[in-house]
């Protein structure tokens, strides 16, 4: 079945310092979404991209979908610790699937 | 808050036992979804209804079984608990039926404590 698997697992990073996470598919996406899940709290939705090499921008977060449309990444510039979260990127077939997700951790 | 509602939000018994979580959606939609988090898991999909019917299945076990009732909300069963079953389960609602199309707003998850 289809996969999505996201690196890093886990990444500790300074208060200040970029943070990116990276998502691939086993498969071809229609679109791919990101959620963010803070701790204790449950998963919440930030973006979806649709098109072949799409970029947005929400602030210090970008986020891509690659020309083949088979990964994704979401880059943080200057993470704060606001930032501290897991990151989940989804691809949809006739249900969403959840990536791996990738734990950030910021240090003050 | 995401405008989606789960109770109980805490739950803790025994294996062999049966529990229900419940969920009601957000206004208007029709769509709800449950999903299944363990420990430092990621989200494991388990059910989709849509309206009422049964949509999309997951990797859900044959002890647990689902149901969304006429007024939307819907139920999630689980019998026979093993120690296994603990973790956070979460219920999503969205619009339409197109499960990997819509935004999905997540309620606050039920989190099931098996003894």
């Known amino acids: 079945g289809q996969q999505v698997m996201q690196i890093p697992q886990y990444q500790h990073v300074q208060e200040g310092e970029d943070f990116t996470t990276y998502c691939n598919s086993s498969t071809t996406l229609s679109n791919i979404q990101w959620y963010k899940q803070r701790p204790g709290g449950h998963p919440v939705f930030l973006i979806q991209?649709?098109?072949?090499?799409e970029v947005k921008k929400q602030k210090r977060l970008t986020f891509q979908f690659g020309e083949a449309k088979k990964n994704s990444s979401l880059h943080i510039t200057a993470t704060q610790t606001t930032d501290v979260g897991t990151y989940f990127c989804?691809?949809?077939?006739?249900?969403?699937?959840f990536g791996t997700g990738t734990r950030l951790q910021v240090f003050p | 808050d995401s405008g989606v509602t789960q109770t109980p939000k805490h739950l803790i018994t025994a294996t062999g036992q049966r529990v229900t979580l419940r969920c009601s959606p957000r206004s208007g939609d029709l769509s709800v979804y449950w999903y299944q988090q363990s420990l430092d898991q990621g989200l494991q999909f388990l059910i989709q209804y849509y309206n009422g019917e049964e949509r999309a299945k997951g990797n859900i076990l044959e002890r647990f079984s689902a149901q969304q009732f006429p007024d939307l909300h819907s139920e999630l069963n689980l019998s026979s608990l093993e120690l296994g079953d603990s973790a956070l389960y979460f219920c999503?609602?969205?619009?339409?039926?197109?499960?990997?199309?819509?935004?999905?707003?997540f309620g606050p998850g039920t989190r099931l404590t098996v003894l």
């Open positions: 999503a609602s969205s619009v339409e039926g197109s499960g990997g199309l819509d935004t999905q707003y």
């Open positions: 991209l649709v098109k072949s090499g």
């Open positions: 989804a691809g949809p077939t006739d249900k969403l699937i």
